[in-house]
């Protein structure tokens, strides 16, 4: 069985300071509701098989932030895995978006458990700018080394 692959966009930014910042999304639904530290994503989703995996990429970061990701020359940051071995491609773009505006996509979900009702939940459920050093401690575990992949090319001047 192939691997599950999800696609996404690390939006970033520079603050007045000119320090990145890096646009992070918080899952929505019951089971996160409690989670902060290591939780937080890039906003991104699971594509097909001869899907174009950036085009997947910028339909998933509307489907969840509920507006068209900014114009701009995306950076490949490559694939990481996650600890549930699904395989992350990440591209970053140099943007701002206001997440007063954003308002995400819905699922799902019988809630709570094992009692027959479905409840919907949004996808994400709040958007944030964050610093570098607060990215590191936010993210998922695996997608800390997109965070460090986009520092390193930005700083490097290759950007």
Same mark, same amino acid.
């Given at each position: 069985?192939?691997? *599950?692959?999800? #696609? ?7 603050? *007045? %300071?000119? !320090? &990145? ?5 918080? +899952?929505?639904?019951?089971? =996160?509701? %409690?989670?902060?530290?290591? #939780? =937080?994503?890039?906003? /991104?989703?699971?594509? !097909?098989?001869? !899907? ?22 995306? &950076? ?9 071995? /699904? ?5 970053? $773009?140099?943007?701002?978006?206001? $997440?007063?505006?954003? #308002? ?5 979900? @019988? =809630?709570? +458990?094992?009692?027959?009702? *479905? !409840?919907?939940? +949004?996808? $994400?459920? %709040? #958007? @944030? =700018? ?7 401690? /936010? ?21």
């Amino acid at each position: 069985m192939p691997a *599950r692959r999800s #696609a996404g966009l690390l939006l970033f930014r520079r603050s *007045r %300071r000119r !320090e &990145i910042e890096v646009l992070l999304v918080h +899952p929505g639904g019951p089971f =996160w509701v %409690r989670r902060d530290e290591h #939780a =937080w994503s890039i906003p /991104k989703g699971e594509y !097909e098989e001869g !899907e174009d995996a950036l085009c997947a990429a910028a339909r998933e970061f509307e489907e969840e932030l509920g507006c068209e990701p900014p114009r701009g020359q995306p &950076i490949d940051l490559g694939t990481v895995v996650q600890s549930n071995g /699904k395989h992350v491609r990440a591209w970053a $773009i140099e943007g701002d978006l206001d $997440i007063a505006r954003v #308002a995400s996509n819905t699922f799902e979900l @019988e =809630w709570p +458990p094992r009692s027959g009702r *479905r !409840e919907s939940f +949004p996808e $994400i459920d %709040r #958007a @944030e =700018w964050f610093d570098l050093p607060t990215a590191r401690s /936010k993210l998922n575990n695996a997608q800390v080394a997109l965070v460090e992949r986009l520092a390193e090319l930005v700083s490097s001047g290759s950007r």
